[in-house]
T-cell receptor
Framework: EAAVTQSPRNKVTVTGGNVTLSCRQTNSHNYMYWYRQDTGHGLRLIHYSYGAGNLQIGDVPDGYKATRTTQEDFFLLLELASPSQTSLYFC?????????????FGPGTRLLVL | AQKVTQTQTSISVMEKTTVTMDCVYETQDSSYFLFWYKQTASGEIVFLIRQDSYKKENATVGHYSLNFQKPKSSIGLIITATQIEDSAVYFCAMKGAGGYKVVFGSGTRLLVSP
């Protein structure tokens, strides 16, 4: 059973459109992360959270909002999508309680903004 | 600010040989953790191995091992007896001991040929 799931897996929208990417983890982890992956840049952190209601800003937050509604659910919102946000988005979770903090990744969501 | 650099964009090797992937990092933290992750052709990202900065011994897991050179801020990944299924993109990452943000390198693509 996959411990981190993402939906949708693929999304096409138009410039100016409204998009919500969803992530759910069943690892009972405290921390959840949103990354975008682009050729030549690796994984870049957009937002992260250490619990329901909490939000921390990552390295590339412009144009993105996020909300953590429960320990399990973390959403990424693009309210006015732009072509520069075309990317592969990954959600991840980690326990954040110990020293290890290995990240567990979801399968990714491929977003195309036309 | 932390930074992780992988200068090798792609490496090609023959099956059953040994390969080393380079990674250098920058941090102001006195204690930190270094990770390697693998992204398979299907896009799945999985944790491989980690090194704690305060440990002098190089970590080893299966046919993966690390070459940790702290004075050079370097953490190389060594794969011995490579297999076709080792073909993937490998990401180096780091996390400060006191934080929960993980910084990734841009990745190295490994192709293992028969």
């Amino acid at each position: 059973e996959a411990a981190v799931t993402q939906s949708p897996r693929n999304k096409v929208t138009v410039t100016g459109g409204n998009v919500t990417l969803s992530c759910r983890q069943t690892n009972s982890h405290n921390y959840m992360y949103w990354y975008r992956q682009d050729t030549g840049h690796g994984l870049r952190l957009i937002h992260y959270s250490y619990g329901a209601g909490n939000l921390q800003i990552g390295d590339v937050p412009d144009g993105y909002k996020a909300t953590r509604t429960t320990q399990e659910d973390f959403f990424l919102l693009l309210e006015l999508a732009s072509p520069s946000q075309t990317s592969l988005y990954f959600c991840a979770s980690s326990d954040g309680t110990g020293r290890v903090d290995t990240q567990y990744f979801g399968p990714g969501t491929r977003l195309l903004v036309l | 600010a932390q930074k992780v650099t992988q200068t090798q964009t792609s490496i090609s090797v023959m099956e059953k040989t040994t390969v080393t992937m380079d990674c250098v990092y920058e941090t102001q933290d006195s204690s930190y953790f270094l990770f390697w992750y693998k992204q398979t052709a299907s896009g799945e990202i999985v944790f491989l191995i980690r090194q704690d900065s305060y440990k002098k011994e190089n970590a080893t897991v299966g046919h993966y091992s690390l070459n940790f050179q702290k004075p050079k801020s370097s953490i190389g990944l060594i794969i011995t007896a490579t297999q076709i299924e080792d073909s993937a993109v490998y990401f180096c990452a780091m996390k400060g001991a006191g934080g929960y943000k993980v910084v990734f390198g841009s990745g190295t693509r490994l192709l293992v040929s028969p």
